[in-house]
């Protein structure tokens, strides 16, 4: 048997019933709500990784906890957060920027993180507008400026890739901090 708590309601499933944990994720997970916490046999998985495990085989004897909370529930919890990381990284880039120019070669590992971040603030910024309707939120500068970084990243030119790390980066986390204030205050975070 499966025991499945969702939102800490338990139901039982024979383990045959579901092949893997997509199928029974599919069948249970509620409509119009995202999953917040994910639990397997008392280990905590991250949400994002909830898609590594679809083809995973139900076991016997397996618990699984699942937490959903509404999207506008979802966006109160972690914008917060998101701001925090936004305004860490604002204060950072001076500093990230000297490290460039001086040559530490520590810092350009940090730089595929940097790149990485942006990944995920687009894609929460896409999640966003599908989520809430918001007011046309112009992303046109932060495009120019990232392909600007793009071109710069392959000069290898050490004082152009930190004036645009000090600039143009400097200018995309707070379009994005400012966009995600909004959502804020649009769904009643302040």
């Known amino acids: 048997m499966v025991r499945l708590f969702i939102n800490g309601q338990e139901t039982t499933i ?7 944990f997509g199928q029974l994720y599919e069948a249970f997970a509620p409509r119009n709500m995202v999953l917040k916490k994910l639990v397997v046999n ?3 998985v991250p949400a994002h990784k909830v898609s590594e495990l679809r083809e995973a085989i139900l076991e016997e004897d397996t618990t699984i906890s699942l937490e959903f909370v509404t999207p506008k529930e979802f966006l109160l919890e972690i914008l ?5 990381y936004l305004n860490s990284a604002i204060d950072l880039l001076p500093k990230f920027a000297d490290s460039i ?9 940090n730089l595929k993180s940097i790149s990485e971040s942006v990944a ?3 894609s929460l910024k896409q999640s966003i507008f599908r989520i809430i309707k918001m007011n046309e939120y112009d992303f046109s500068d932060v495009v120019l400026r990232l392909n600007k970084i793009v071109k710069v990243m392959e000069s290898n030119d050490k ?3 930190a004036n645009a790390l000090q600039e143009d980066m400097l ?3 707070k379009t994005y901090a400012d966009f995600f204030r909004q959502v804020l205050k649009q769904i009643g975070g302040n």
């Open 171 to 173: 200018a995309v986390f």
């Open 80 to 84: 917060p957060g998101v701001l925090d």
């Open 101 to 109: 120019r001086a040559g530490d070669p520590k810092v350009f590992e």
């Open 42 to 44: 008392d280990v905590d």
């Open 14 to 20: 024979p383990a045959g019933e579901y092949k893997t």
């Open 120 to 122: 995920a603030l687009e």
């Open 159 to 161: 004082g152009m890739i």
